[in-house]
C-alpha cells in the first residue's frame, strides 16, 4: 500500500471480475461515488484501452480495487486475481493503486438491484458498476482510508 494515495482529485473505484469488471468515478472532492459503467472483458489490448480512455477522460488520480476476502479477513485465488488485474492497471496508467476490502459488496448491490424489480437480466448488466460504487463509497467514508484489510483485520472493533 502506498502513503502517497491522493486526498484530493477523482477516483477511479473498481469492481473485478473475470468476465465483468464494475468501475465507478468519485467526486473530486472524494466525497461521493457514482456507478460509471461495466467492461464487458475481451482481449488485454481492448481492456487496458478502455480502462486508459476511462482514467483520461475522468482525470483518474488513483484507483481503488476492490478486494474480495474471506470472512477470515484471509486472501485466496480471487484476491489475488484482483491484486494481478488491479497491479496491472496500475502499470498502465500509471496511476497509484489502494486495495479494499470488498465483502458483501456484489450481494449488497443484488439486494438494491431487486428492490427496483428489475429482471434478472437487467440486474446483471448494473451489478458489476455498483458494487464498484459500494467499494469506492465505503472506501470514501472510512475514516481511515489507509487502512489496509489485512490491517482492518487485526484492528480492535468498537
Known amino acids: 500500500m502506498t502513503t502517497s494515495f491522493p486526498a484530493s482529485g477523482a477516483l477511479l473505484g473498481i469492481d473485478y471480475g473475470t468476465k465483468r469488471v464494475g468501475f465507478a468515478l468519485s467526486t473530486p472532492d472524494q466525497s461521493l461515488a457514482c456507478p ?9 489490448a481492448q481492456d487496458a484501452r478502455q480502462i486508459c480512455k476511462i482514467c483520461n477522460d475522468y482525470r ?9 476476502v474471506h470472512m477470515s479477513g484471509s486472501e485466496g485465488g480471487k484476491a489475488r486475481e484482483a491484486r494481478q488485474f488491479g497491479d496491472w492497471c496500475g502499470e498502465l496508467t500509471g496511476l497509484p493503486v489502494l ?6 459488496t456484489s450481494s ?4 438494491h438491484l431487486r428492490e427496483f424489480s428489475l429482471s434478472r437480466k437487467r440486474r446483471k448488466k ?9 467499494i469506492l463509497q465505503s472506501f470514501l467514508d472510512a475514516p481511515n482510508r489507509h487502512v ?3 490491517a482492518m483485520r487485526d484492528a480492535p472493533l468498537e
Open 36 to 44: 460509471l459503467e461495466t467492461l464487458q472483458r475481451s482481449q488485454a
Open 60 to 68: 483518474v488520480v488513483g484507483l481503488v480495487v476492490g478486494l474480495p
Open 99 to 104: 486495495y479494499w476490502d470488498e465483502r458483501f
Open 108 to 111: 449488497m448491490a443484488e439486494n
Open 126 to 134: 448494473h451489478i458489476d458498476k455498483l458494487a464498484a460504487q459500494l
Open 148 to 150: 489496509t484489510p489485512s
